[in-house]
T-cell receptor, first 115, second 110 residues
Framework: GAGVSQTPSNKVTEKGKYVELRCDPISGHTALYWYRQSLGQGPEFLIYFQGTGAADDSGLPNDRFFAVRPEGSVSTLKIQRTERGDSAVYLC?????????????FGPGTRLTVL | KQEVTQIPAALSVPEGENLVLNCSFTDSAIYNLQWFRQDPGKGLTSLLLIQSSQREQTSGRLNASLDKSSGRSTLYIAASQPGDSATYLCAVGGSYIPTFGRGTSLIVHP
C-alpha cells in the first residue's frame, strides 16, 4: 500500500514569509508525528497527534510554528515569519497506534530553505 | 532530559565483515527502542523495534539487543554488503517524545 507522503519535496522561501508543509499518513494510522532534521543531526521531535488532537506539542520551538490535523488524517505544519534558522528537512511519520508500542513509518521529508 | 549517543559516528568496512553499532541512553525509563536506516536525501526506514520488556529482535542479517539497566542497545549486522551503506539511527521512546541519536554513517565497500 501507499506509504507516508509529504509535499512539497522542496520549498525555497524568503525570510519573513509564511509556509505550509503537508503530510499524508498511511491510511488508518491514528498517530502522526512531525520532526525536524538538520544536517548531521538526528530528527528532532516537534509534535505528535493522536487522531485530530495534538497529544504533545512540546517540541515546537516557538509560537511561529503550528500544526493541524482537522480530520484525523492529513496534517499541515505551518511556519509564520520564517527565519534562516528554520532551514532543515521536515519529516512526518505515522503509526497505527501510539508511540509506546508501534513502529513509526516515515515520509521522504520536505527540505525547507529560507533565504 | 533523555540523551542518546551513537558510537561510532562513522564506519567504513570491506564487504563481508560483521558489524556492531552502539546506542546509549541516559534515562532507562523507556517504552521501546527503534533502529532506523536513512539513505542520503531520504526519509527513515524502520529496521527493528524492541519493546522495553524484550531483550532482542532479529530480522534477516540484523539483530538488535537492549539492556535497559545499563542504557545500551547494539545493532549487529552480519556479513555486511555494499547495499547496507547508509546512516543508522536509534530512537529511544519515552513518554510521547522519541529521542534520536545523531546516527552512525556506514560505508561498506566492495
Amino acid at each position: 500500500g501507499a506509504g507516508v507522503s509529504q509535499t512539497p519535496s522542496n520549498k525555497v522561501t524568503e525570510k519573513g514569509k509564511y509556509v505550509e508543509l503537508r503530510c499524508d499518513p498511511i491510511s488508518g494510522h491514528t498517530a502522526l508525528y512531525w520532526y525536524r532534521q538538520s544536517l548531521g543531526q538526528g530528527p528532532e521531535f516537534l509534535i505528535y497527534f493522536q487522531g485530530t488532537g495534538a497529544a504533545d506539542d512540546s517540541g515546537l520551538p516557538n509560537d511561529r510554528f503550528f500544526a493541524v490535523r482537522p480530520e484525523g488524517s492529513v496534517s499541515t505544519l505551518k511556519i509564520q515569519r520564517t527565519e534562516r534558522g528554520d532551514s532543515a528537512v521536515y519529516l512526518c511519520a505515522s503509526s497505527p497506534g501510539g508511540p509506546r508500542s508501534d513502529t513509526q513509518y516515515f515520509g521522504p521529508g520536505t527540505r525547507l530553505t529560507v533565504l | 532530559k533523555q540523551e542518546v549517543t551513537q558510537i561510532p559516528a562513522a564506519l567504513s568496512v570491506p564487504e563481508g565483515e560483521n558489524l556492531v553499532l552502539n546506542c546509549s541512553f541516559t534515562d532507562s525509563a523507556i517504552y521501546n527502542l527503534q533502529w532506523f536506516r536513512q539513505d542520503p536525501g531520504k526519509g527513515l526506514t524502520s529496521l527493528l523495534l524492541i519493546q522495553s520488556s524484550q531483550r532482542e529482535q532479529t530480522s534477516g542479517r540484523l539483530n538488535a539487543s537492549l539492556d535497559k539497566s545499563s542504557g545500551r542497545s547494539t545493532l549487529y549486522i552480519a556479513a555486511s554488503q555494499p547495499g547496507d551503506s547508509a546512516t543508522y539511527l536509534c530512537a529511544v521512546g519515552g513518554s510521547y517524545i522519541p529521542t534520536f541519536g545523531r546516527g552512525t554513517s556506514l560505508i561498506v565497500h566492495p
